[in-house]
Nanobody, 117 residues
């Protein structure tokens, strides 16, 4: 069983920055086996991929956030981060943390990010 707890969301003006955190609680060394990712879901839209950190520490970002968002992880803290810069109103969404191993997926409850002036 894996428990994911997100934090760091909030209200920010366009052009601002936020850093999201996701703590992974498990009985195993989760980062050794699971790819970690961030997804988001805006009101009335489907959940979409934002960024992924593989077990080999390779970061992959969607085209819509490339150059603005950066995924990273701290193995000692069992935490994955999403640093978001130059935020735009269209980045407004609930951001979810995901742990994936083959066809096994765990999800956090999400953290709200609102970009508005």
């Amino acid at each position: 069983q894996v428990l994911l707890v997100e934090s760091g969301g909030g209200l920010v003006q366009p052009g601002g920055s936020l850093k999201l955190s996701c703590v992974a609680i498990a009985s195993i060394n989760i980062f050794e086996f699971y790819d970690m990712a961030w997804y988001r879901q805006a009101p009335g839209k489907q959940r979409e991929f934002v960024a992924r950190m593989t077990t080999g520490a390779i970061g992959i970002h969607s085209d819509s956030v490339k150059g603005r968002f950066t995924i990273s992880k701290d193995n000692d803290k069992n935490t994955v981060y999403l640093e978001m810069n130059n935020l735009k109103p269209e980045d407004t969404a609930i951001y979810y943390c995901n742990a994936n191993y083959h066809d096994l997926n765990y999800w956090g409850r999400g953290t709200q990010v609102t970009v508005s002036s």
